[in-house]
C-alpha cells in the first residue's frame, strides 16, 4: 500500500483565480489528497432550495485536473441559518435546557427528525452529483460529531425519542422499572411516556436512567451517520470515513466505524496537550512544543481497529492552533515526526489541516501549511518532506502486535455517570496502562469490547470495563494469552447496578470483590515491591493465589499465569514494573525507552521516534530531537 499525504481546502474561502495555482503547488509537493466541501452549505445553498452547484463543480474539476484525488466531505456539520428560521426546535439543548444558538458550528440536535431529513437532501444531492465523479475517490460524512459537547442534548427531540427508545429497549414499563431499580425513592413510572430526561433533577438522577441516556445519544449518532451512509453507498463506489477526534467518547465509535471503509481522525497533539492529556503541568511545560508523546500514538492504534485496519490523519495539526489554553509553536520538525509516527502505525494518509491560514473568522490565528500571504510555512516544507521520504521508503506494513488493550465506550459512559470519587476515568486508566507499555518499548492493539477471537496475542489487558459483553467472556474463558482483568472488570451488571453474587465472577478465578473504596490523591497505598494504589482500592476475597500485595497485607493482584484480576488503580511506577512482570513472563523483549523516545514495529520495520528535546541514543544509533530513526527488524 502507497502511503500518501494531503490537506484540507476551502476553496469558497479563496478567489476561483487562485485555485489552479493552489492545486498544482499541492500537486508539486507531494501531496495527493485534498478534502473539500464540509462547511461549504451556506455557498452550496443560499436561500432553501435554491442551489449553487456550479462553484463546487468548478472547484472539483480544477483540483481533479491538477491530479489531486477529492475527498467530498457533506456539509452537515454547518447548517446555514435559514435552517433555523425553517425548523426553529432543531438546535441541541443544554444540560441546563438552553438552546445552543446559530453563530458557530454542529448547532443541531441528532435526534431532530427535520435536521435529519435536511442532511439527508442535502446528502442526496451531493451523492446524485458526485458519486461518479472520477475526481472523488472518497467521502467523508459530516465533521467531528461530538465536537463541543455535541451528541448530548436535552431536547424535545431527544426527549420524545429517547421514550421510544426506552419502549424499544425494555418492552414493557414493568421492565424497565425493574432494570433501573425504580423502587428507590418511589421512582416507578406507569407508561413510557412519563419518562423525562435525567437532566434538573434535584439531586442525582438514577445512574441507570443517566447510562440508558448515554446510550441513546450515542445510538442517535450512529442513526444519523447511517442515513449518510446510505445515501452516498446507493451513488458511489467510493470509500465513506468519518474524522473522529482525540478522546471523544461520548459515542461508540465502533459503531459507526462498522458503517464505513475507513476511519479518520483530527490530531492536534499540542492542542491535545494542554486540554485533554490530563497531563500535569511539568508534563506540560515540557512536551510544550512536541505534544504527549503517546496519546496520538494511543488514538492511531485505537481509530485503525475501529476503521478494521483501514485508517488516516485526515487533519494533522501544521503549526499553532488558535483554541488551546496556550498555542505554541511546535518545535522544529515536529510536523514530520508526527506524520511518521502516524505512518508508522498503518496511516493510509496524513493530511494537514489546512492549506491557507484564513486570515479571517474564529480560526484565523490557526496556522496553515501556507500563510494568509500563500507564502509557504513550517508544515508546508514538512510535507514537502515527508512527500520524499514516502518516495524512498520500504512499504510499510502493520502487523498484529503481541499485546492487546480493549476499549469500550459503553464503560466511560458507566465511569462517567457513576465514578465513586474525583479523578476516576477510565479513559485514563486504559491510556495511562498505554503509556506504560510504550515506555516499555511495546507496540499495542487496541480491541473492541465485543471481539470474540483473541488469538495471537500474548497478552490481554481489559482493565474497567464494567460489564463484559457475552463474547468478550466467552473469548477470555479460551483465550491461550495471558490476561489482565480489573480494576473494576465486569463489576456491573449491564444496567449499571451491583450483580450479586458479587463481582467479576469469571469463570476459573477464585476472587469476590468484597468491598470498593475511592481514595483521595493524598491517600496513597503503598506496595510491597514500590509504587502505590493511588484513587480506587477493591478488597479481594476467595482462594486465588495472591502475586501482589500492598503494604498494609491487603492482596492487590490474584490469579494464575494466564488469567490475573488487578484490585486498584496504580501510579506509573506500579502500572510500569507490573507490566514488566507479564510482558516478561511471555517472554516479550522489554526496553526501558529513554525520556521522549518511543518505538513502533510495522511489520519487519522498527521507527525510533524521539519526542524529547535532547539527542537520544538507541542501540548505537544517535536520534536528534524531532528525530524519526527506521531499520529493518525481525526480531
Ligand atoms: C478540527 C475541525 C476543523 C478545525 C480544526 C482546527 O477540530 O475539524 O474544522 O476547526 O479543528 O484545529
Not at 489541516?353 to 474564529?362: D, K, L, T, V
Request: aromatic fraction near 12%; charged fraction near 20%; charge should be negative.
Amino acid at each position: 500500500m502507497k502511503r500518501t499525504l494531503g490537506t484540507c481546502y476551502y476553496p469558497e474561502h479563496w478567489p476561483e483565480e487562485i485555485w489552479a495555482d493552489d492545486a498544482a503547488r499541492m500537486v508539486e509537493i507531494g501531496l495527493t489528497w485534498v478534502r473539500i466541501g464540509e462547511f461549504a452549505w451556506s455557498r452550496l445553498e443560499p436561500t432553501p432550495g435554491k442551489m449553487t452547484f456550479e462553484w463546487l463543480d468548478r472547484a472539483v474539476d480544477v483540483l481533479g485536473a491538477a491530479g489531486l484525488k477529492i475527498v467530498l466531505g457533506t456539509p452537515t456539520a454547518t447548517p446555514p441559518r435559514w435552517m433555523i428560521d425553517k425548523h426553529p426546535d432543531m438546535l441541541a439543548v443544554d444540560l441546563d435546557g438552553r438552546p445552543r444558538g446559530f453563530g458557530s458550528r454542529r448547532h443541531y440536535c441528532f435526534s431532530h427528525d427535520g435536521y435529519r431529513d435536511e442532511s439527508a437532501r442535502i446528502t442526496r444531492l451531493f451523492a446524485e452529483r458526485y458519486g461518479k465523479n472520477p475526481h472523488v475517490a472518497a467521502w467523508q460524512t459530516d465533521n467531528e460529531y461530538g465536537c463541543h459537547d455535541t451528541t448530548v442534548s436535552y431536547s424535545d427531540a431527544a426527549h420524545k425519542a429517547f421514550q421510544v427508545w426506552c419502549q424499544n429497549r425494555y418492552g414493557n414499563i414493568e421492565a424497565l422499572n425493574e432494570a433501573w431499580g425504580n423502587i428507590f425513592w418511589s421512582m416507578d413510572y406507569q407508561s413510557f411516556d412519563q419518562i423525562g430526561l435525567p437532566n434538573l433533577t434535584v439531586t442525582e438522577a438514577n445512574p441507570a436512567h443517566c447510562l440508558a441516556f448515554r446510550r441513546f445519544s450515542s445510538d442517535q449518532v450512529v442513526r444519523f451517520n447511517q442515513v449518510q451512509v446510505d445515501i452516498i453507498r446507493a451513488h458511489s463506489d467510493a470509500p465513506i470515513s468519518h474524522n473522529y477526534m482525540g478522546r471523544i467518547t461520548d459515542f461508540d465509535h465502533w459503531k459507526t466505524g462498522d458503517q464505513m471503509e475507513i476511519a479518520t481522525w483530527d490530531s492536534y497533539p499540542l492542542g491535545f496537550l494542554e486540554d485533554r492529556v490530563g497531563a500535569d503541568d511539568a508534563h506540560q511545560s515540557a512536551n510544550a512544543r512536541q505534544g504527549d508523546p503517546d496519546f496520538q500514538a494511543f488514538h492511531h492504534d485505537l481509530y485503525r481497529a475501529v476503521g478494521k485496519g483501514r485508517w488516516w490523519v485526515m487533519e494533522q495539526q501544521p503549526g499553532p492552533v488558535n483554541w488551546a489554553p496556550y498555542n505554541p509553536a511546535p518545535m522544529a520538525g515536529m510536523e514530520r515526526l508526527w506524520a511518521w509516527e502516524a505512518f508508522a502505525h498503518g496511516a493510509e494518509c496524513v493530511a494537514y489541516f489546512r492549506w491557507r491560514q484564513a486570515p479571517f473568522a474564529q480560526e484565523q490565528m490557526h496556522a496553515g501549511m501556507l500563510r494568509p500571504d500563500s507564502e509557504p510555512a513550517t508544515a508546508y516544507y514538512a510535507a514537502k518532506q515527508v512527500a520524499r521520504e514516502l518516495a524512498e521508503l520500504p512499504e510499510v506494513a502493520v502487523a498484529q502486535a503481541p499485546i492487546a488493550l480493549v476499549f469500550d465506550y459503553d464503560a466511560q459512559w458507566s465511569w462517567e455517570v457513576q465514578p465513586q470519587g474525583q479523578g476516576l476515568d477510565y479513559f485514563q486508566l486504559v491510556f495511562d496502562m498505554y503509556k506504560a507499555l510504550r515506555r516499555l518499548g511495546q507496540s499495542v492493539d487496541i480491541l473492541r469490547p465485543d471481539v470474540s477471537d483473541l488469538s495471537g496475542y500474548k497478552l490481554i489487558l481489559v482493565p474497567g470495563v464494567q460489564t463484559l459483553t457475552d463474547q468478550l467472556k466467552a473469548a477470555i474463558s479460551k483465550a491461550e494469552a495471558s490476561i489482565l482483568l480489573g480494576p473494576r472488570t465486569n463489576s456491573k451488571t449491564s444496567e449499571l447496578s451491583i450483580p450479586v453474587p458479587l463481582p467479576p465472577q469469571i469463570d476459573g478465578l477464585d476472587v469476590t470483590i468484597s468491598r470498593v473504596e475511592s481514595l483521595r490523591p493524598d491517600m496513597p497505598i503503598p506496595i510491597e515491591g514500590g509504587g502505590v494504589v493511588t484513587l480506587w482500592r477493591e478488597f479481594l476475597e476467595g482462594n486465588a493465589d495472591v502475586q501482589l500485595r500492598t503494604q498494609d497485607g491487603e492482596p492487590l493482584l490474584v490469579g494464575s499465569d494466564t488469567l490475573r484480576y488487578l484490585g486498584g488503580y496504580l501510579d506509573p511506577v506500579a502500572m510500569q514494573g507490573l507490566l514488566e512482570i507479564l510482558l516478561q513472563d511471555q517472554g516479550l523483549e522489554v526496553a526501558h525507552m529513554p525520556d521522549g523516545l518511543r518505538c513502533r514495529r510495522a511489520g519487519d520495520m522498527m521507527f525510533v521516534i524521539n519526542y524529547g528535546t535532547d539527542p537520544q541514543d538507541y542501540q548505537g544509533q544517535t536520534i536528534a530531537p524531532a528525530g524519526v530513526y527506521w531499520y529493518k527488524s525481525t526480531a
